[in-house]
């Protein structure tokens, strides 16, 4: 049992990065498609802005340009955005 438990306890940060990429994988997804459709991605990409400012330009875009992102997507593309094009991405 003991064992088991070890073997659990050791594979959980795995699986936790493995969700966490297919998130990034889908705010990716999300972002292409929504944003794409009205602007080119390139825009976004090249602004590297911080999590907060980009929340701020997705509420934006959903608030005030009428971008029918609902709240989980959000969530989804902000922290793709984050991640990937943020001040200290790759």
């Known amino acids: 049992m003991f064992k088991r438990l070890a073997v659990i306890a050791l594979c959980l940060p795995a699986l936790s990065w493995a969700g966490d990429d297919a998130k ?3 705010g990716k997804t999300l972002f292409e498609s929504y944003c794409g459709a009205c602007h080119s991605i390139m825009l976004p990409k090249s602004q590297r802005l911080d ?3 980009w929340a701020w330009v997705v509420d934006d875009m959903v608030n005030e340009m009428g971008c029918g992102i609902n709240e989980e997507e959000q969530v989804l593309i902000i922290d793709y955005l984050a991640e990937n094009f943020g001040p200290n991405s790759k």
Request: proline share 0%.
């Open 24 to 26: 990034l994988a889908e």
């Open 51 to 53: 999590r907060n400012n």
